[in-house]
């Protein structure tokens, strides 16, 4: 079946540091891969996607790349910000009615 | 504004005592959906429904049930809570034929089942 699976967490970084989440999946097909985060006590929202091979998805800096060969969708931003601290979820989209199956989520923590 | 409004946020219950979780959406979508956030888990699919009358099970059903009955609610119902369905449910929309399959997302209800 599809899955997803994500770099275990808590990440803490200094500001201004390199980031990177890890993300795999297995999906029959060519699923749509997505990155959503979560602000604390609010609902997730969209950060970035990606709809096939090759493709690079990218806002606020953030930037991931579909990875077939792979099958990877791994997140990077090359200077966190303080304000970057939620939880990042990666995803893929199954089916004809494009269900979203989500990995576990990552914490990540900036330090000023 | 547009959005998706769930009500209560926080909700304190005991086992066994019919509630009722509320989801509104303003955005006239078709597509909408529950999920429950646990840690370590990420988000689990309850149930979803692709327009009116139409709804359908997601990954983890058992315990739940839904309705459609009007475009913009899609409440979710636990006729008999137990503890195992303590968790944060997030409800969720977007429009059925968006290519983009951008979820808007409420703030989350925080359920603790004693």
């Known amino acids: 079946g599809n899955s997803v699976t994500q770099m275990e967490g808590p990440v803490t970084l200094s500001e201004e540091a390199f980031l990177t989440i890890n993300c795999t999946y297995t999906?029959?097909?060519?699923?749509?891969l997505f990155w959503y985060v979560q602000y604390p006590g609010e609902g997730l929202q969209l950060l970035l996607k990606a709809t096939k091979a090759d493709d690079k998805g990218s806002n606020k800096g953030f930037e991931a790349t579909y990875r077939k060969e792979t099958t990877s969708f791994h997140l990077e931003k090359g200077s966190v910000q303080v304000s970057d601290s939620a939880v990042y979820f990666c995803?893929?989209?199954?089916?004809?009615?494009?269900?979203?199956?989500f990995g576990s989520g990552t914490q990540l923590t900036v330090l000023p | 504004e547009a959005q998706v409004t769930q009500n209560p946020r926080y909700l304190i219950t005991v086992t066994g005592k019919k509630l009722t979780v509320t989801c509104s959406q303003n955005?006239?979508?078709?597509?909408m959906s529950w999920y429950r956030q646990d840690p370590g888990l990420g988000l689990r699919q309850i149930y979803y429904s692709m327009n009116v009358e139409v709804t359908d099970k997601g990954d983890v059903p058992e315990g739940y049930k839904v309705s459609r009955k009007e475009k913009r609610n899609f409440p979710l119902i636990l006729e008999s809570p137990s503890p195992n369905q303590t968790s944060l449910y997030f409800c969720?929309?977007?429009?059925?034929?968006?290519?983009?399959?951008?979820?808007?997302f409420g703030s989350g209800t925080q359920l603790s089942v004693l």
């Open positions: 955005m006239n979508h078709e597509y």
């Open positions: 969720a929309s977007r429009p059925f034929r968006d290519r983009d399959e951008k979820l808007f």
């Open positions: 999906a029959t097909g060519y699923p749509s």
């Open positions: 995803a893929l989209s199954r089916g004809s009615a494009r269900q979203l199956t």
